[in-house]
Nanobody
C-alpha cells in the first residue's frame, strides 16, 4: 500500500519561494503513477493545484500558472512543487495525492504541509 509524506512547507513573505516535496513509498511503478498537489485554506474547499500524469504531462490551476511547477524524480520516488512569487492567497495546507489507476480518482493522500505567506 502506498504512503505519501510531504515536507518543505513553512512561512515566507510575499514574493518568496518554497519547494514542497512528497516522498512516496510502496509504489512499485512510481514512474507510471499519476499524482497531484492540492491545497485547502481555512474555511474553503480543497482545490487542485497541479497534476502530473504518467507521460510527464502537467496541468495547473489558473491561479498558479506561471508561478508553480510540478515535477517528479522517479529515481527518488519523490514529487515536487516549486512555488515562486508566492502570494498571501497561496496560504493553505498543501497535500500530495496519487492514483492507483490514472483514469480513476486519487486513492492515496499525504498528511499535508502548511504554507503561510505573509504580506
Amino acid at each position: 500500500q502506498g504512503q505519501l509524506v510531504e515536507s518543505g512547507g513553512g512561512s515566507v513573505q510575499a514574493g518568496g519561494s518554497l519547494r514542497l516535496s512528497c516522498a512516496a513509498s510502496g509504489y512499485t511503478f512510481f514512474s507510471r503513477t499519476c499524482m497531484g498537489w492540492f491545497r485547502q485554506a481555512p474555511g474553503k474547499e480543497r482545490e487542485g493545484v497541479a497534476t502530473i500524469v504518467s507521460d510527464g504531462t502537467t496541468s495547473y490551476a489558473d491561479s498558479v500558472k506561471g508561478r508553480f511547477t510540478i515535477s517528479k524524480d522517479n529515481a527518488k520516488k519523490t514529487l515536487y512543487l516549486q512555488m515562486n512569487s508566492l502570494k498571501p492567497e497561496d496560504t493553505a495546507l498543501y497535500y500530495c495525492a496519487a492514483k492507483v489507476w490514472c483514469g480513476g480518482g486519487y486513492d492515496y493522500w499525504g498528511q499535508g504541509t502548511q504554507v503561510t505567506v505573509s504580506s
